[in-house]
Each structure stands twice: as structure tokens, then as C-alpha cells.
T-cell receptor, first 116, second 109 residues
Framework: DAMVIQNPRYQVTQFGKPVTLSCSQT?????MYWYQQKSSQAPKLLFH???????NEADTPDNFQSRRPNTSFCFLDIRSPGLGDAAMYLC???????????????FGPGTRLTVL | RKEVEQDPGPFNVPEGATVAFNCTYS??????FFWYRQDCRKEPKLLMSVYSSGNEDGRFTAQLNRASQYISLLIRDSKLSDSATYLCVVNKGAQKLVFGQGTRLTINP
């Protein structure tokens, strides 16, 4: 089945120790997103890619970086995690504009990050 | 003002009851509207899109009022498995979505 996969599902890191979260998709969607979701809050968009075109949200801290080496893979790098970065990180994809479903987003299961 | 506002609840209703959620959005230029469902510690999943004329999918009915910038979701004959958080979602152009905080629903036996 076509899907969005995130690894690892649970990540524990130490304060200040860099961490990388990964996302892969078999949907062949050209748009990929990274969201941060804290408990009882809405998912907050960090950045997204149209193909290789990177789009950062204005309020995304510099501590968060992303890479998309190809259509299938996208990575979220947190350079120096703080206690406030503990959250669920969700990857999502969306099909190309022009398709009827182009505004729908398909989410991976998320990576739950704990910062000690 | 938040771009998408929802009553966070929680709503606790007995099995078989009808429950309705409301949502308001601030961007009058928004064109696409959705309800997503999110189970505890899981990812959001699309429940239904919301069309201008209103639409129904089994026990679920969604309504859109563009003049009032208001979206609703009605669940009839609620089941225990309907317990979840329901996220109101609005597009803000360029394939970007804005999520509401979510309304938490618990169906009691």
C-alpha cells in the first residue's frame, strides 16, 4: 500500500544533542510537509517542499532545518534540541496541483521526540 | 485572532447521541475545508472534505457557511469508536493548510 513512513517512531535525545528525523513516501507526491504538534495543540507547519523548492514558515526557529534529497525522502534536523522542542513531529504529503485531491494531506504516523 | 477557531471541548456524550461541532475561520479567501480525525497519540486522518452545498458521508454531515465563515460537523447515532479529536482544517493557499486546535469527543457506553 502507498503510504507515508516516519522513522523512528520514538526518539529520545539529550538537551543540545542534534537529532534527525526521517520521512519517506511511496505516494509519489511532489509536496512534503513537516509539522510540530504539542499536546492538545494544533499541528503547526514548520516548512514544506514543492519538489525541491523549500519554503520556510516565518516563525520556524533557525534550530530546525530540513533536507529533501529526492522525491521520496525528507529529513528534519534539529540542531540543538531544547526542552521546548519535545513534541510529535508529523510528516505529510500532498499530490500535485491540478488533481482534485491536491489540497488534501496524507500524514505519516509521526515521531514522538523526548528531550532529556 | 486565530486563523481557525474551535471549541476544544471536551464533549462527553452517550452512545447513540447526536453531536455537533463548530468551527470559524478568519481568511475569507479560503477555498478548501476539511474535517480531520485524530486518535490519541496518532496522526491526523482525513474524515471528509466540506463542500459549499454541504455533504454527507454515512452518519457524518458537514456544512459550510461562507458568509459567516463557519464550518460544522454533525455526527448522528454516535459510536464508541467515534471517540477522538476532530480537527477543523482550512486551506490558506498554495497547498498549505491551517489546523484548528481540535475538539475532543468522548462517547460513553
Amino acid at each position: 500500500d502507498a503510504m507515508v513512513i516516519q522513522n523512528p517512531r520514538y526518539q529520545v535525545t539529550q538537551f543540545g544533542k542534534p537529532v534527525t528525523l526521517s520521512c519517506s513516501q511511496t505516494l509519489n507526491h511532489n509536496v512534503m510537509y513537516w509539522y510540530q504538534q504539542k499536546s492538545s495543540q494544533a499541528p503547526k507547519l514548520l516548512f514544506h517542499y514543492y519538489d525541491k523548492d523549500f519554503n520556510n514558515e516565518a516563525d520556524t526557529p533557525d534550530n530546525f532545518q530540513s533536507r529533501r534529497p529526492n522525491t521520496s525522502f525528507c529529513f528534519l534536523d534539529i540542531r540543538s534540541p531544547g526542552l521546548g522542542d519535545a513534541a510529535m513531529y508529523l510528516c505529510a504529503t500532498s499530490p500535485p496541483a491540478g488533481l482534485a485531491t491536491y489540497n488534501e494531506q496524507f500524514f505519516g504516523p509521526g515521531t514522538r521526540l523526548t528531550v532529556l | 485572532r486565530k486563523e481557525v477557531e474551535q471549541d476544544p471541548g471536551p464533549f462527553n456524550v452517550p452512545e447513540g447521541a447526536t453531536v455537533a461541532f463548530n468551527c470559524t475561520y478568519s481568511n475569507s479567501a479560503s477555498q478548501s475545508f476539511f474535517w480531520y480525525r485524530q486518535d490519541c497519540r496518532k496522526e491526523p486522518k482525513l474524515l471528509m472534505s466540506v463542500y459549499s452545498s454541504g455533504n454527507e458521508d454515512g452518519r457524518f454531515t458537514a456544512q459550510l457557511n461562507r458568509a459567516s465563515q463557519y464550518i460544522s460537523l454533525l455526527i448522528r447515532d454516535s459510536k464508541l469508536s467515534d471517540s477522538a479529536t476532530y480537527l477543523c482544517v482550512v486551506n490558506k493557499g498554495a497547498q498549505k493548510l491551517v489546523f484548528g486546535q481540535g475538539t475532543r469527543l468522548t462517547i460513553n457506553p
